[in-house]
């Protein structure tokens, strides 16, 4: 078992940035792709950017790509998402996810675990 647990979340304007945060524990962390997949209301869940766990490959959403960044800190047992010049359509929960795989998969029912979820809310 992995459990995740993510945190970061928050109201913040349009333009602004913010970090989140997903700290694990149980098995080895290491060992997992690592995503952050967001839903917002009345949509699915759509899968933002992802890390393989050496840090060599990484993955973004056409959507976020150039203002987002994924990163991990193995010895943390932690995974970073960087968000940069926040849109309102960026509002969403955003949930880390933990796939033991050796490649960044954008299908969400390909990871095993899953975070609680942090609320990101951008305003115009």
């Known amino acids: 078992q992995v459990q995740l647990v993510e945190s970061g979340g928050g109201l913040v304007q349009a333009g602004g940035s913010l970090r989140l945060s997903c700290a694990a524990s149980?098995?080895?962390?290491?060992?997992?792709?690592m995503g952050w997949f967001r839903q917002a209301p009345g949509k699915e869940r759509e899968f933002v950017a992802g890390i393989n766990w050496i840090s060599t490959s990484t993955y973004y959403a056409d959507s976020v790509k150039g203002r987002f960044t994924i990163s991990r800190v193995n010895a943390e047992n932690t995974v970073y998402l960087q968000m940069n010049s926040l849109k309102p359509e960026d509002t969403a929960v955003y949930y880390c996810a933990a796939d033991r795989a050796f490649r960044v998969v954008v299908t969400a029912g390909e990871y095993d675990y899953w975070g609680q979820g942090t609320q990101v809310t951008v305003s115009s």
């Open positions: 149980g098995r080895t962390f290491s060992n997992y792709v």
